[in-house]
């Protein structure tokens, strides 16, 4: 089968940094679109990034100019860099990304989710 596995969440200071990571692995095939969502508490999740296998990218208006998602198609993996963190910004946040298995079924994949806490 076919997972996604975070990493890098944690708390850190208003105006920090942190980088997410999220590795696919499995029996994969292909790879389309991978992107990051987040949900605050008592709000619906988000578009945060999302980047093609091709490279281009796309952003939430509220993270243009701190945030920069990449891929490393190689090793199936996505990251987003946030810098500049706001208080705003807390959240659980979410892998995605749609995966082509070797049996050739298409599918939307999650990842279990990481916390990102910004303090003030």
């Known amino acids: 089968q076919v997972q996604l596995v975070e990493s890098g969440g944690g708390l850190v200071q208003a105006g920090g940094s942190l980088n997410l990571s999220c590795a696919a692995s499995?029996?994969?095939?292909?790879?389309?679109?991978m992107g990051w969502y987040r949900q605050a508490p008592g709000k619906q999740r988000e578009l945060v990034a999302v980047?093609?296998?091709?490279?281009?990218?796309n952003y939430a208006d509220s993270v243009k100019g701190r945030f920069t998602i990449s891929r490393d198609n190689a090793k199936n993996t996505v990251y987003l860099q946030m810098n500049s963190l706001k208080p705003e910004d807390t959240g659980v946040y979410y892998c995605?990304?749609?995966?082509?298995?070797?049996?050739?079924?298409?599918?939307?994949?999650w990842g279990q989710g990481t916390q990102v806490t910004v303090s003030s």
């Open positions: 995605n990304a749609y995966i082509l298995s070797l049996s050739r079924v298409g599918y939307n994949y």
């Open positions: 980047i093609t296998s091709g490279g281009v990218t």
């Open positions: 499995g029996r994969i095939f292909s790879i389309g679109n």
